[in-house]
């Protein structure tokens, strides 16, 4: 079992060419999902805790955020 104390810092600054998954079509009408425009965000967990998320970039397959995350972790086992 690997357990890590410290100073979290994570920026988050942006992604490119997200593909919509089987999940995000789910409700798509037409026969082209390639041209599917998502509402993507990133949410940070460590174990059960949630640290921190970005906000909703409004239907794009490459949003950029610059979002920076600082946080003490204690015992922390699990990122997501």
């Known amino acids: 079992m690997v357990?890590?104390?410290?100073?979290?810092?994570?920026?988050?600054?942006?992604a490119v060419n997200l593909k919509?998954?089987?999940?995000?079509?789910?409700?798509?009408?037409?026969?082209r999902p390639q041209t599917f425009l998502l509402d993507p965000y990133i949410a940070l967990n460590v174990d059960d805790s949630r640290i921190g998320q970005t906000s909703t970039k409004q239907k794009t397959n490459s949003p950029a955020w610059n979002d920076e995350f600082?946080?003490?972790?204690?015992?922390?086992r699990e990122r997501e």
Do not use: M, Q, Y
């Open 70 to 76: 600082v946080t003490d972790v204690c015992n922390g």
């Open 3 to 14: 357990v890590f104390n410290g100073l979290l810092k994570i920026k988050i600054c942006e």
């Open 20 to 31: 919509p998954t089987a999940w995000s079509l789910r409700h798509a009408v037409g026969p």
